[in-house]
């Protein structure tokens, strides 16, 4: 027997308790065939020497906007570590919008009011766009400020006559008109000048964000809403769009997709079910490009104090954040998608958000019965321990980012306040309840390099050094199982990735430290020397 390829002289961590370790792998098909001794006499096309690294299974990173994430990388880049002042913004925004023609777009993202101090206002960037509209959107990606010009591209001259939007917010000055900023679903009210994005945009957006994806070890991602522009998503095109870029090659990373639930639409003869034409639901789909869950997002951003809270924020006695869709209006979505056979990822981050997801969870069970549903809450940002108990009983897998204790911890404990602070972004307590963990950046909103991700989950210290939920923290073999088979689980191919096993498909990362023996405050610094997907080396560091 001959395989195409034989990887040796690695330290492997397969996550397999049956084989926990290995030094040779064999693949045939894009698969695993054999370790160590089981590939004694068999020939190879080819022979790759790892000279000693330590190699796991591939990243799976389970809530990863890749086509967002292109876009953002794609524009100019906003982020608190580039720009550090409010003044710093206007000035950055002025020398993108001078190399532009006059009448393009300025697309800009990633800044943080916490950071930066305030929000940027329309009538500033009027004066250093040049007569140019600009959309920027802030790092949560739950709001976004636009210029004057941009309001006028989008109906609105003069930001005149720009209308409350339920289930948004559109901040506004002493006048009356919009200052700039849109909250949640008041963005389209701008976006729609702009979207849906050409199909060719966005395979060159992937494109991007994949070729960095492959580089920080990640092989597998699940995108979380595509197919609209009044959610999420680029475009009604987007599966066509991530279609083109795996044909074309530029789509390295096996992908699951999640429809944004106003894709789905009412079924004529079955009252009550909510679906995609020709009935395609979740598992639709191959082993590099398949239909997931369908998306809803329930409330807002915990740092932009928008999450639907059962108590106000701190410092702000009139704020409890709101929901994006009425409790009512709610259940008929996501019973119905569940009655059609959807797995169901509901966006919820505040208390009160979560409650409203598990009551319809709860609601959809016990008038259609399904077994296994693996409905998901991603996020689930702020829970008490009732509520960690409620979600193991109904088998939800909750799904929260650990990369936002760095990057974002600072503004959530200001937001939450210390008490509350201890159940954010929980991970030790739905282990010990039982739950499946699985590992995910919510990228771009935060770095999407797994090993940080890993790091934060690990270590739990925020960028100014504070602990954020210290007994939150869990082992480094725990987050490595997270964003290997904890994620692979998430989406219901934990029988083909996940592990290093005979039969799995044979993608893994290698590293240039076993991050499972290093110091927990060095994991950040382990570096990515090669990603295999399929058995194929789909990203190798340079020498230099």
């Not at 082993?287 to 809803?296: N, S, Y």
């Given at each position: 027997m001959r395989v195409d390829a034989i990887y040796e002289g690695g330290r492997f961590v397969t996550m397999d308790p049956a084989r926990p370790r290995a030094h040779r792998v064999g693949v045939l098909g894009g698969r695993i065939v054999g370790f160590d001794e089981e590939l004694e006499g068999l020939g190879a096309a080819r022979t790759v020497d790892l000279g000693g690294a330590c190699a796991v299974p591939g990243f799976n990173d389970a809530h990863h906007h890749l086509s967002m994430r292109g876009r953002r990388l794609?524009?100019?880049d906003l982020r608190s570590h580039l720009v550090t002042t409010l003044d710093a913004l206007y000035a950055a925004v002025a020398r993108a919008a001078d190399a532009l023609p006059r009448d393009a777009w300025v697309h800009a993202g990633g800044y943080d009011?916490?950071?930066?101090?305030?929000?940027?206002?329309?009538?500033?960037?009027?004066?250093?766009?040049?007569?140019?509209?600009?959309?920027?959107?802030?790092?949560?990606g739950h709001m976004g400020v636009a210029n004057t010009e941009a309001f006028a591209r989008a109906g609105f001259p003069g930001r005149d006559g720009v209308p409350?939007?339920?289930?948004?917010?559109?901040?506004?000055?002493?006048?009356?008109r919009p200052a700039g900023l849109l909250q949640e679903r008041a963005m389209p009210l701008v976006r729609g000048a702009f979207e849906p994005l050409p199909v060719a945009e966005i395979e060159a957006n992937i494109a991007?964000?994949?070729?960095?994806?492959?580089?920080?070890?990640?092989?597998?991602?699940?995108?979380?809403?595509?197919?609209?522009?009044?959610?999420?998503?680029?475009?009604?095109?987007?599966?066509?769009?991530f279609q083109r870029a795996r044909e074309s090659g530029a789509l390295g990373v096996r992908m699951t997709l999640m429809p944004y639930v106003t894709a789905l639409h009412a079924v004529a003869g079955e009252d009550g079910l909510r679906a995609l034409d020709l009935g395609l639901r979740s598992g639709f789909g191959d082993?590099?490009?398949?239909?997931?869950?369908?998306?809803?997002l329930t409330d807002g951003s915990l740092i932009g104090r928008s999450a639907a809270m059962t108590c106000c924020y701190a410092g702000e006695d009139d704020n409890t954040g709101f929901m994006l869709f009425d409790p009512q209006e709610l259940a008929p979505l996501l019973v119905g998608a569940h009655r059609a056979g959807w797995q169901v990822a509901a966006h919820a981050i505040g208390d009160a958000a979560v409650d409203h997801v598990l009551d319809v969870y709860e609601q959809a069970q016990r008038e259609y019965p399904r077994s296994d549903t693996r409905h998901r809450i991603e996020h689930f940002a702020v829970a008490d321990d009732r509520q960690v108990a409620r979600a193991a009983a109904l088998g939800v897998v909750a799904v929260p980012q650990g990369r936002f204790i760095t990057e974002l911890g600072d503004?959530?404990?200001?937001?939450?306040?210390?008490?509350?602070?201890?159940?954010?972004?929980?991970m030790?307590?739905?282990?010990?309840?039982?739950?499946?963990?699985?590992?995910?950046?919510?990228?771009?909103?935060?770095?999407?390099?797994?090993?940080?991700?890993?790091?934060?989950?690990?270590?739990?210290?925020?960028?100014?050094?504070?602990?954020?939920?210290?007994?939150?923290?869990?082992?480094?073999?725990?987050?490595?199982?997270?964003?290997?088979?904890?994620?692979?689980?998430?989406?219901?191919?934990?029988?083909r990735k996940g592990t290093?096993?005979?039969?799995?498909?044979?993608?893994?990362?290698?590293?240039?430290?076993?991050?499972l023996a290093v110091d927990p405050a060095g994991i950040a610094g382990i570096d990515v020397l090669a990603t295999v997907v399929g058995g194929e080396l789909a990203y190798e560091r340079s020498a230099g």
């Open positions: 794609r524009a100019l009011q916490n950071k930066i101090g305030a929000h940027p206002l329309a009538e500033r960037l009027d004066e250093v766009t040049g007569g140019r509209p600009i959309w920027i959107e802030h790092v949560s409350d939007v339920e289930g948004g917010h559109v901040v506004r000055g002493p006048d009356g991007e964000a994949s070729r960095v994806a492959l580089s920080e070890g990640l092989t597998s991602a699940t995108e979380p809403g595509i197919g609209t522009i009044d959610g999420l998503g680029n475009s009604p095109l987007d599966l066509h769009a082993e590099w490009l398949r239909i997931g869950p369908v998306k809803i503004g959530m404990r200001t937001a939450l306040g210390p008490g509350r602070s201890e159940h954010c972004y929980r030790r307590s739905l282990l010990d309840a039982g739950m499946v963990l699985p590992g995910s950046s919510d990228a771009p909103v935060v770095d999407g390099a797994p090993l940080l991700g890993i790091h934060d989950m690990v270590n739990r210290r925020t960028r100014s050094g504070q602990d954020l939920a210290p007994g939150e923290r869990i082992t480094a073999e725990h987050a490595l199982r997270a964003y290997t088979h904890g994620s692979a689980y998430a989406v219901r191919e934990e029988h290093l096993a005979v039969g799995a498909l044979a993608d893994f990362t290698v590293l240039s430290d076993d991050l």
